[in-house]
C-alpha cells in the first residue's frame, strides 16, 4: 500500500471537508462522502442512522465485534484563519478538527478494507450532532447496537494537552458532564439617572454571578473535581436606561453525580435568595447535556498498547489526568467497553485551542492516528 500517496488524499479530503463544514444533523454532503469512499473500498454501508449518521460494516471471518468512531459535525462559530481552505459558510468552522476525524477514520478504513488484518468483524460509526451531545443519543435510539452488535468501541479526538507524536489514554474517567444552566431575573426598569425607582437586575445578576462562585470553592469537596461558569449576561437595556430583565447563562462540569445535583440545588438556592432580598422575580434552570465519560481499563490497556508500536512507548501517556470538557461519546460507553484517546497535535505551527475561530486541525496527525486505528483492530482481533 503506498501509505504518502493515500495521506495525501486523506489529507485533501479533509480539506474538501473544512472548506464545506456542516453543523448538527446538517451532514448530508459529509455523510454522503463517507458513504461513498466506504462502498467504493468495499464496506456494507448503511445510511442515515441518527438522522445523518452513516455505518461502515466489515467482516472477516469469526472473532470480535470492534467498533471505531469519528464525529462529522462543525462548530456554530466564524472562521476567521487565512488559510485556502477556509470555510465557505457564515458561523460555520470545523473549529473543533471533525474534519480530521472523519478523514483519519476514512483513511483507516481504507487500510485495513485492503489489508483485512483482523478476524471477525469491524464497526465504523461516522456520527453527527457531537457538538450539541445529541448524536450518540440519536444513534443509539435509532437501533445502533441493536443492529451494529459490538463488543467493545473505541475513538480519539486532537487535543491540544499533549505535542504532536503523544497520546493521552485515561483510565476509568475520562472526560466530564456537562450541565446547562438559564437563569432569567424580572426587575423593574427605568432612567439611569433614577436607580431609586428601579429593581436594577444587573446588580441583582452581578451578585448571583459572583455567588456561584462559592459553590465549588465552599460547598463540592475539595477532593471532587467540578467548574461553574457562567457563559453569557444579556440584558434588554440601553446606556442610558436600567433594564428590566436580565438573562444568565452557564455551564457546570462535574464527573460525580451526587456533585451535579448538589451544584443544581446550591445555584437554586442562591437565585431564589438574592432574588427574594432585592425583591425580584427569577426564573432557574437546570438541565443536563452530557454524562461523564468512563474509559475502560482493559480497552485502555489495549489502546496504549496500540498507540506505543505506533508513536512509540515513550510517547503514551496511559493513566494521564482526566479533562472538564464533554463528549456524548461517553453514551456508548454505557453500553459496551471501549476507550476514548487524546490525540496531541500542538507544535510549532498549531498552538491555538479547539473551538479557536483560527484553530486549523494538524494534517500532520492525521496518517499516525489512522496507523493507530489499525493496530488496535490488528491487536485486538487477531
Known amino acids: ?92 468552522m470545523h473549529s473543533c478538527g471533525h474534519d480530521g476525524h472523519t478523514a483519519t477514520l476514512l483513511c483507516a478504513a481504507k487500510m485495513l478494507a485492503d489489508t483485512k488484518p483482523f478476524k471477525g468483524t469491524v464497526i465504523l460509526v461516522f456520527q453527527p450532532a457531537e457538538e450539541p451531545g445529541y448524536g450518540a443519543p440519536a444513534m443509539i435510539e435509532d437501533g445502533l447496537f441493536e443492529k451494529f452488535p459490538m463488543d467493545e468501541i473505541y475513538g480519539q479526538h486532537n487535543f491540544n494537552y499533549f505535542n504532536k507524536g503523544e497520546m493521552g489514554i485515561c ?18 426598569g427605568g432612567h439611569a439617572s433614577g436607580p431609586h ?10 451578585e448571583i454571578v459572583m455567588a456561584l462562585q462559592t459553590i465549588v470553592s465552599r460547598n463540592v469537596n475539595p477532593l471532587k473535581q467540578a467548574v461553574v461558569s457562567c457563559t453569557e449576561f444579556r440584558t434588554d437595556g440601553a446606556h442610558n436606561a436600567i433594564p428590566s430583565n436580565c438573562e444568565i447563562d452557564g455551564d457546570c462540569r462535574s464527573y460525580d453525580p451526587e456533585v451535579s445535583k448538589q451544584i443544581e440545588e446550591r445555584m437554586g438556592k442562591i437565585v431564589k435568595s438574592i432574588c427574594e432580598m432585592n425583591d425580584a422575580e427569577y426564573e432557574f434552570k437546570y438541565t443536563r447535556e452530557f ?11 489495549w489502546a496504549a498498547k496500540a498507540a506505543a508500536a505506533v508513536l512509540g512507548e515513550e510517547n503514551v501517556k496511559l ?50 492516528a489512522a496507523k493507530w486505528f489499525v493496530e488496535l483492530i490488528r491487536q485486538r482481533m487477531a
Open 291 to 301: 454524562v461523564p465519560t468512563n474509559n475502560d481499563k482493559t480497552c485502555a490497556e
Open 319 to 368: 493513566g494521564c489526568d482526566p479533562v472538564m470538557g464533554s463528549e456524548d461519546f461517553a453514551h456508548y460507553l454505557n453500553h459496551v467497553p471501549g476507550c476514548y484517546a487524546f490525540t496531541g497535535f500542538v507544535d510549532e505551527n498549531h498552538t491555538l485551542p479547539n473551538h479557536h475561530g483560527k484553530y486549523d486541525f494538524n494534517d500532520e496527525i492525521l496518517m499516525p
Open 197 to 206: 425607582k428601579t429593581k436594577d437586575p444587573i446588580v441583582i445578576g452581578a
Open 171 to 188: 483510565v476509568g474517567p475520562c472526560m466530564a458532564a456537562e450541565d446547562n444552566f438559564f437563569i432569567k431575573i424580572h426587575g423593574v
Open 1 to 92: 500500500m503506498n501509505y504518502e500517496q493515500l495521506e495525501k488524499e486523506m489529507i485533501e479530503l479533509r480539506h474538501d471537508l473544512h472548506n464545506h463544514p456542516e453543523a448538527a444533523f446538517e451532514e448530508v454532503r459529509t455523510s454522503k462522502i463517507v458513504a461513498e469512499k466506504l462502498r467504493e473500498w468495499g464496506w456494507e454501508v448503511t445510511e442515515g442512522i441518527g438522522k445523518t449518521g452513516v455505518v461502515g460494516v466489515m467482516k472477516n471471518g469469526e472473532g470480535p465485534r470492534i467498533g471505531l468512531r469519528a464525529d462529522m459535525d462543525c462548530n456554530p462559530i466564524t472562521e476567521t484563519a487565512d488559510i485556502p481552505y477556509a470555510s465557505t459558510k457564515e458561523h460555520r
